[in-house]
């Protein structure tokens, strides 16, 4: 599966980490130390404003937007930008409904009854949780990266906190069931 960063569709406290990072101030080694999903990000806004709102979906378009990216860069070894050049296709995605949660849902036994296992019931939960926020929750998953330390703890705490929010969230559909 794809990772789900949410780079489609970030989440409010992802935009103010990324957005309050003003990539010329930093030195060489702290620009070379950027964690790549800021980097996408950051051309993420880019794309956006001259493409309609749109993310980058063709190969053409993922070219052109690999472009914005290395234009960025400061020196031609900066491992964080090959990362982020390597995880456009994998992570520069409108995210959609994975086919087997779609069946999930469609399930009939989705509709919480009295009857209803604690999966199902909890299926339902996540399953109210997509039709109103229009996402599924964030997993909290971040991969290694090349970084620094600040930074990526800083990101691996706002994704986590984000899944702990999310999942409280579904705890809260399941108890009003």
């Not at 309050?20 to 070379?32: C, G, K, Q, V, Y």
């Not at 999942?167 to 069931?177: D, I, M, S």
Request: hydrophobic share 40%; charged share 25%; proline share 5%.
């Amino acid at each position: 599966p794809l990772p789900d960063l949410r780079l489609d569709k970030p989440y409010t406290e992802l935009i103010d980490f990324y957005q309050n990072i003003d990539l010329s101030a930093f030195t060489d080694t702290e620009h070379a130390h950027i964690p790549f999903i800021v980097i996408l990000l950051k051309c993420l806004d880019q794309w956006r404003s001259c493409h309609g709102g749109e993310i980058p979906r063709n190969h053409k378009e993922k070219t052109e937007f690999k472009s914005l990216i290395n234009a960025l860069r400061r020196k031609a070894d900066e491992e964080n930008f090959n990362e982020a050049c390597q995880n456009v296709n994998k992570c520069v995605v409108e995210m959609s409904l994975p086919s087997n949660i779609k069946e999930l849902f469609e399930d009939p036994a989705c509709c919480v009854s009295a009857s209803s296992t604690p999966f199902w019931i909890t299926a339902a939960a996540v399953k109210q949780f997509y039709n109103v926020r229009g996402v599924l929750p964030v997993s909290g998953v971040l991969g290694d990266m090349t970084a620094d330390s600040q930074s990526f703890v800083a990101l691996q705490t706002l994704y986590r906190d984000k899944a702990a929010s999310d999942a409280q969230a579904v705890a809260e559909y399941v108890q009003g069931f």
